[in-house]
């Protein structure tokens, strides 16, 4: 599955963003689809996920609240919605992907994810 992400950009602290993620090369029912975010300095993390198939969602207690993830299957799109962003949200945002059963689905560690996209940057300025 190739990713590509766009949305990114400068934003204020206490704006919005909205990231896109468009998938290609045979995306289906079994996969799960997530955002992941490096911050300056620090390790990759998971933000929130979500299953291609019934669209169950799992996000970050660190976003929860803030950041809402979707999905429209006919575009073959996730959408990361950042609302009452924060300078610490500032990073690189990543699209992921895996395929995954129902007992593992919600699984949050990068490993386990097998295609990524290039990333796009969030800026918040204070």
């Known amino acids: 599955v190739q990713l590509v992400e766009s949305g990114g950009g400068l934003v204020q602290a206490g704006g919005s963003l909205r990231l896109s993620c468009a998938a290609s090369g045979g995306i289906h029912n079994m996969y799960v689809m997530a955002w992941f975010r490096q911050l300056p300095e620090k390790e990759r993390e998971f933000v929130a996920s979500i299953r291609w198939s019934g669209g169950n969602t799992k996000t970050a207690d660190a976003v929860k609240g803030r950041f809402a993830i979707s999905r429209d299957t006919a575009e073959k799109s996730v959408y990361l919605q950042m609302d009452s962003l924060k300078p610490e949200d500032t990073g690189t945002y990543y699209c992921?992907?895996?395929?995954?059963?129902?007992?593992?689905?919600?699984?949050?560690?990068?490993?386990?994810?097998?295609?990524w996209g290039q990333g796009t940057q969030v800026t918040v300025s204070s």
């Open positions: 992921a992907a895996r395929l995954a059963g129902l007992s593992d689905w919600a699984v949050t560690a990068g490993k386990y994810y097998t295609d």
